[in-house]
Each structure stands twice: as structure tokens, then as C-alpha cells.
């Protein structure tokens, strides 16, 4: 009895292990497009258990506990959206599946729970109206405003999630994972150049805002953008564009080889204004990048990307509006005309794939760059010297070489309903800044004398572990950076040899929860805190303290589909930024900041009306204070209070494609009492395109109404020549009037 009995209860256990087995196992596959190329991050999602999974870099997928009959969804950006009823035999072996390439449309989306989300979505916005110059790349970015200032030559100014970001101290950017930021810059902190990219040969504009990102660390405060650029070219082409202001550009886009394993292309340009401005801008850049990937039978990838950049440039500077008020100058006139500069930069860098065992990935990306700076300014005019003036020469020589290594795991089972997901990752970075100068100057050409001049060196190496624990509808994201800071500055104005030296440590905790309620609906809360580095001159100065402000920030966050063509997303966000110490470059002094703390909603719409014609339009409210300042004095100048921008695109539609867009910046405090109003702008652009066989035609309009607004403006206390006292008032950069441009471009 005693054995029957026992042969009864294994006969039970085996018949429940092999039900359970029949009933919930992995769905695994490979997808490919109909060229048979592996196709990475299509999304495989559950629809009966809001389970999902994405494919590796081989294309691979396993989509755990499914069952026969379960409706799965196979999804990817830029291609037809499949659904499987899953049988008996696809659950028994691997499946091999080809997905159609299709215009991109939102149906495309699916909601999983990841937590950079929102990133995707926006990235409908840029397919379907893709850049059409270097201004326009980081406003792709909803929420992200920029303004340009110096002539179009130098980096713009950038606002996001209420900083002024200056030209980019809290927004941590890069491209293809090579940093853009400027550590110890001679003319700010996190100074970020992007005119050495070419629009045309931008992929994808990967971003996230708030510092959430274990992979991202120095700048990453109020956010990060990544650039990824095109791994090949759908065709070569050349393009000539021209219009208004003596404005000129010649784009060449030339496929090298194109195979299944190798492939290579470059690009170049030059572009060529004087802008609107009386004094003639004399601008002129130039840029040639070249680009080889090889892919092997293991689907490990090697991408090798070189490119040069340079550009000159006369500028009309900020000026006061009394200037204007008076009629000493037009909108478009200049106190200084002789403001100006040039920059250089050249790039080598390499990223490496390789698949491991067990769906292991290991990612390297190794950079070296070449940079030169050299800008004149002059914000006071005759404040400091009546009878030379004010102008200031910036100027540095750079040597960059960083490393970054990460071995990433995906889908390894904790327990029957969990999944974990995880990367780790080790790095550095390394800056030799020669000659960092801030010079008195006249006309460009005489040093009347050396305000700072010395070189740094500067050294960060990381390590960074992310986790993303699946379970059920839930994805748990804790994550911990680690970073290490090494400044040296050595004063070259001192008799006698003058090098100091300073360290430092963050250590910088992430916690994000992201729910996918189905495949239409997500909501998130992401925790965590971030940093922005100081000019290793603040660093020595200050001996060492204070010289890593940390941002502790937190999003509670929604994006919901409410049909397949309509998308919304709504976020309350918050923001404490530490004390800090700010070198102020251009006028080489340390000026001490308080704790400050921002507070915002953000509001997104995106609406695929037909399947030719598009909207989107992001809204941004925010709140910003500094903390230790009495009321009414607490404002943080040129923080942005309200933005907005939007439009419709159309996308082929017999030929034509074309957006009408919108850019909406309120009115904002310009000082700490607000005594002194930044006045807000709304500006709309126009472009269309008609496409005939190999030939597009195109126009483009910007500021298509002709306002007048004011790109930058600051409170500054200036002193015109035989001005008897300084005057403090808002001086501005005009924005583009009415600006036309025709464009052809020939496919070959």
C-alpha cells in the first residue's frame, strides 16, 4: 500500500510538472527584416499577462510564460506591427519571423514598462520631420529650448526643466556615446559644441530628463541627450541650399561600400551667412565626417567614425536695449562689431559589440578628440576701461581621450515570475586643457593684459551597476554610480611655479518603478540624484569642498494611449540642487550660488490624424526658487517659467511632406527680484518638400509671421562710450526675422 501510495503522489508531481510545462514556457525567436538582417529592440509583448521582452543585437528574443492560445504583439518603430496566436509548435521550438519595413506611424509604440519611455515616443517626431540644421537637433528634445548668441559659431544657450542651462552645465551630452560637454571650458562649465555634427546623418535622438541614468553621469542633472548617428545610408545624394542673408550650404552624402558585412560612408558640408545683422556675420563651417561598420557571423558589430569640424565667425554681440531705444543702433545693429571667434574639433572614435554566452552583451566605446577655442566678447562695452573698452579674448587648446566598457545580461531568471536585467559598466575620462586664457583685448588683435592663464588637467573614471527586476506589470530600476574626480590647475600668471591639486568623490543612488498596466498605459515614478562638476579653478580655489553640487530629483510620470493613433504623456517633477561654486569665465571671478529648487508639470500630445499628416505639442510649466534667499528676492534669472512648441507634420502625401511648427517662450525674470523682465516670444517655421523620382525640392521658412523677438537676453550693467554712469538693463541677441531658403537635393 505504502508503495502505491507513493507511486500515486510522483505519478501526480510528474503530471503537474508536465502540465505546467505545456501550459506556460518560453516563446523564443529570431527576427529579421526581409534582407535577413537582424533587427534589435523589437518589442514582444503578451497581451493575455503583460509580459515582454525585447530582441538582443542578434535579434534574438525569449518571452517567458506563455501559453498556447496567448495573443502576442511584435512591434518596432518603422515597421508593420505583427500579432501571433501562439500555438503548440511555435512554443516547441524557436521561431524564426521577418518583420516589413512600413512608414512610421504611432500605432508602432507599445507601452512596456521601460523607463525611459517617453524617449520613444518623441522619436515619431523625429522620423517624420527629420532635422534640417544644427539649431534645430536639441529642439527634438520636447521641453528643451536653445538660443544663439555669438554669431551662430558658438554653442547655443540652452533652457530645460527651469535651468538655464548656460550652453550645457545640467544637460549631459553626447554622440554615439562620445561626450560633447567641456569640463574647465574658457568660456563655461559643460560648454557643448554640437556644430561638428551633420544634421543629415542623425539615427535617432535618444534623451531623458532628470538624473535617472546610472549610465550617465557628469552634467546629468535637469537631463541627457545622446545622439545616434546612421550606421549606413539609404542612398548617396548632394543637396545645395541657399536664401536670404547670402546664405549658402552644400551637403554630400556618399555611400563607400554597402554589403552584408562591411559598410562605409561620408559626409561633409559647408554652410556659409552673414546673417541678418548690419555688421555681416562672415560665417563659415565646415564639416567631413567618415563612418565604416563591420558586422560578422556572430552579429558582433565594429563601427569606426572619424570627423573634423571648424568654423569662423564676426558676431554683433548682446546690446542694450537703450541703444535701440535711442536710435544709436537697429534691432540688428552692433556696439561692438569687432566680437567673434573660431573652433576646431576632430573626433576618432570606435564602438564595439561583442556577443557573449547566455545572451551576454559586451559594449566598449574608446574616443579621442582634437579641440581649439578662440571667442572675443564684449558684454559692458566702456564699464571697465572708458577709452579701450571692454572686449575679452577666450581661448584654450584641448586633447580628450575617455573609455567606457559595459557587459550588459538580459532575461535572467530570479524566480518564476521575475526576470533580471542588468549592466555594468567602467570607465574614464581624460581632459588636457592647454593655455586657458581670458584676456583684455582690443579690435582682436592687441592683448592689453592676461586676466587668467594656465592649463588644466582633468581626470574622472566610474563604475556604474544598473538593474531592471521584472516581475508581473512592475519593473523595479534600482541602479548606483560611482565617480572619481581629479583636478589640477597650473597658474601660469604666478612669478613662481604655481600647481594645485584636488580630488573627489559622488556617489550618486537611482530608484525608478515603471508599471505597464497594458500595452496602452504606463506609470512611473523615478527617483534619484545627479551632479554637475565645478571648473578645476573653482575646485582649487575652494580647496576641494563644495565642488560636486548633487540634484536630488523625483518624476511621477504617466503615458497613455488612449487609441492606437493618439499618445499623451503628463509628468510632476521636482528638483533640489545643492550649494555650489561657480567659475563665471567671462569675467574670470567665483561667484557663490545657494540651494535652489525647481518644481514642474509637463504636458505631451501626439496625434496621428491620418496617415499622412501628424501633430505633436509639448507644454511645460515650472516653479524655481532659490531656497536661502528672502521672498521676492528669490528668483533664479532667465529660469523659464512657461514653454511650449508643437505643430503638423505631413508625410507623403502625393509627393509632398512638409511641418508647420512653433516655438512658445513665456516671459521670464531676467534678475533676483524680477525688477528686470526676459520678454517671451511665439515664432513659427515652415518647410515643404515635393519629391520626384531622385529629385527633392524643397523651401524653407523660418519665423514665417516676421516677429520680432529676442533669441537671448540678459540683465547686464553696461556703460555706453561718453555714457556718464553704467546703466543695468536687458541686453538681447534680435532672433531671426523672415528668413526663406530653397533647397534641392539629387538621390543617387
Not at 164 to 179: Q, R
Not at 425 to 452: C, K, S
Not at 678 to 683: D, L, Q, R, S, T
Request: aromatic fraction near 12%; charged fraction near 20%.
Amino acid at each position: 500500500m505504502l508503495i502505491h501510495k507513493n507511486m500515486k503522489y510522483s505519478f501526480l508531481l510528474l503530471f503537474t510538472l508536465c502540465a505546467h510545462l505545456s501550459f506556460a514556457q518560453n516563446f523564443t525567436g529570431n527576427i529579421l527584416d526581409i534582407q535577413n538582417n537582424p533587427i534589435e529592440n523589437v518589442t514582444i509583448y503578451n497581451l493575455n499577462t503583460g509580459k515582454h521582452t525585447h530582441t538582443n543585437s542578434k535579434g534574438d528574443f525569449i518571452l517567458p510564460n506563455a501559453q498556447i492560445n496567448d495573443s502576442v504583439v511584435i512591434s518596432r518603430l518603422g515597421f508593420q506591427t505583427q500579432k501571433q496566436i501562439l500555438t503548440r509548435e511555435m512554443l516547441a521550438q524557436s521561431q524564426l519571423l521577418t518583420i516589413v519595413e512600413a512608414s512610421t506611424s504611432l500605432d508602432q509604440i507599445v507601452l512596456t514598462s521601460k523607463v525611459n519611455t517617453l524617449s520613444s515616443i518623441a522619436a515619431v517626431d523625429l522620423q517624420l520631420n527629420p532635422v534640417k540644421s544644427s539649431q534645430e537637433i536639441l529642439r527634438k528634445v520636447p521641453g528643451l529650448f536653445i538660443g544663439q548668441h555669438a554669431g551662430g559659431g558658438k554653442a547655443e544657450q540652452i533652457f530645460l526643466r527651469g535651468f538655464d542651462v548656460d550652453h550645457g552645465t545640467d544637460v549631459a551630452i553626447s554622440v554615439e556615446g562620445m561626450p560633447v560637454n567641456m569640463v574647465s571650458h574658457a568660456h563655461g562649465q559643460g560648454y557643448a559644441d554640437l556644430h561638428f555634427v551633420i544634421p543629415e546623418t542623425i539615427q535617432n535622438i535618444d534623451f531623458g530628463k532628470g538624473a535617472y541614468y546610472a549610465d550617465k553621469g557628469n552634467f546629468n542633472t535637469a537631463g541627457y541627450v545622446d545622439l545616434r548617428l546612421k550606421d549606413q545610408l539609404d542612398a548617396s545624394s548632394i543637396s545645395l541650399e541657399a536664401g536670404q542673408f547670402n546664405t549658402s550650404r552644400l551637403t554630400g552624402m556618399f555611400n563607400l561600400i554597402d554589403e552584408n558585412e562591411h559598410s562605409a560612408y561620408v559626409a561633409s558640408e559647408i554652410y556659409l551667412t552673414d546673417g541678418p545683422f548690419d555688421a555681416p556675420q562672415n560665417f563659415n563651417r565646415f564639416n567631413v565626417m567618415g563612418r565604416y561598420g563591420y558586422t560578422n557571423a556572430n552579429n558582433d558589430k565594429l563601427t569606426l567614425t572619424a570627423s573634423h569640424f571648424q568654423s569662423k565667425w564676426d558676431a554683433s554681440g548682446q546690446i542694450p536695449q537703450r541703444a535701440v531705444d535711442q536710435g544709436l543702433i537697429g534691432r540688428f545693429g552692433a556696439i561692438d562689431a569687432t566680437e567673434g571667434g573660431q573652433t576646431s574639433r576632430s573626433n576618432l572614435s570606435l564602438n564595439h559589440l561583442k556577443n557573449l554566452e547566455h545572451d551576454a552583451v559586451l559594449k566598449t566605446n574608446a574616443y579621442v578628440s582634437k579641440y581649439d577655442f578662440e571667442l572675443f566678447s564684449n558684454f559692458t562695452f566702456f564699464l571697465e576701461d572708458p577709452v579701450n573698452g571692454d572686449q575679452i579674448k577666450q581661448h584654450e587648446d584641448r586633447f580628450i581621450a575617455g573609455l567606457q566598457s559595459i557587459y550588459e545580461q538580459r532575461e535572467l531568471a530570479v524566480s518564476t515570475n521575475t526576470t533580471l536585467d542588468y549592466q555594468a559598466g567602467i570607465g574614464f575620462r581624460y581632459d588636457n586643457v592647454d593655455d586657458v586664457e581670458l584676456a583684455h583685448t582690443l579690435n582682436r588683435q592687441i592683448t592689453l593684459n592676461r586676466l587668467a592663464y594656465g592649463d588644466v588637467d582633468e581626470f574622472n573614471a566610474f563604475a556604474f551597476l544598473n538593474t531592471e527586476f521584472k516581475t508581473g506589470k512592475f519593473t523595479f530600476n534600482p541602479a548606483v554610480r560611482l565617480d572619481y574626480f581629479k583636478f589640477d590647475y597650473y597658474n601660469k600668471l604666478t612669478e613662481t611655479y604655481d600647481a594645485q591639486s584636488e580630488s573627489k568623490v559622488a556617489f550618486s543612488p537611482k530608484f525608478n518603478t515603471v508599471f505597464s498596466v497594458n500595452r496602452n498605459w504606463q506609470l512611473s515614478l523615478k527617483t534619484g540624484i545627479g551632479f554637475h562638476s565645478n571648473d578645476a579653478r573653482v575646485v582649487v580655489a575652494n580647496s576641494g569642498e563644495d565642488i560636486l553640487p548633487a540634484a536630488y530629483s523625483a518624476d511621477l510620470g504617466t503615458i497613455v494611449k488612449p487609441t492606437e493613433k493618439l499618445a499623451l504623456n503628463a509628468t510632476l517633477w521636482t528638483l533640489f540642487l545643492d550649494q555650489e561654486f561657480v567659475y563665471v569665465g567671462d569675467a574670470g571671478i567665483v561667484e557663490p550660488s545657494g540651494k535652489t529648487r525647481r518644481m514642474g508639470v509637463e504636458l505631451g500630445a501626439r496625434y496621428q490624424v491620418l496617415d499622412w499628416l501628424y501633430f505633436y505639442a509639448d507644454g511645460n510649466y515650472t516653479h524655481t526658487r532659490s531656497t536661502e534667499e528672502p521672498d521676492g528676492a528669490d528668483y533664479i534669472p532667465l529660469a523659464p517659467k512657461f514653454t511650449s512648441a508643437g505643430g503638423f507634420s505631413v508625410e507623403n502625401l502625393k509627393g509632398f511632406s512638409g511641418s508647420l511648427g512653433y516655438r512658445w517662450l513665456g516671459d521670464r525674470a531676467a534678475n533676483e527680484d524680477d525688477s528686470i523682465t526676459a520678454e517671451g516670444y511665439f515664432v513659427t517655421d515652415f518647410n515643404v518638400n515635393y519629391n520626384w523620382n531622385k529629385w527633392t525640392l524643397g523651401v524653407i521658412v523660418e519665423n514665417l509671421f516676421d516677429t520680432q523677438w529676442n533669441e537671448t537676453q540678459f540683465a547686464t550693467e553696461s556703460r555706453l562710450f561718453n555714457e556718464p554712469a553704467a546703466v543695468e538693463e536687458i541686453h538681447f541677441t534680435p532672433g531671426t526675422p523672415f528668413y526663406l531658403r530653397g533647397k534641392i537635393t539629387y538621390r543617387f
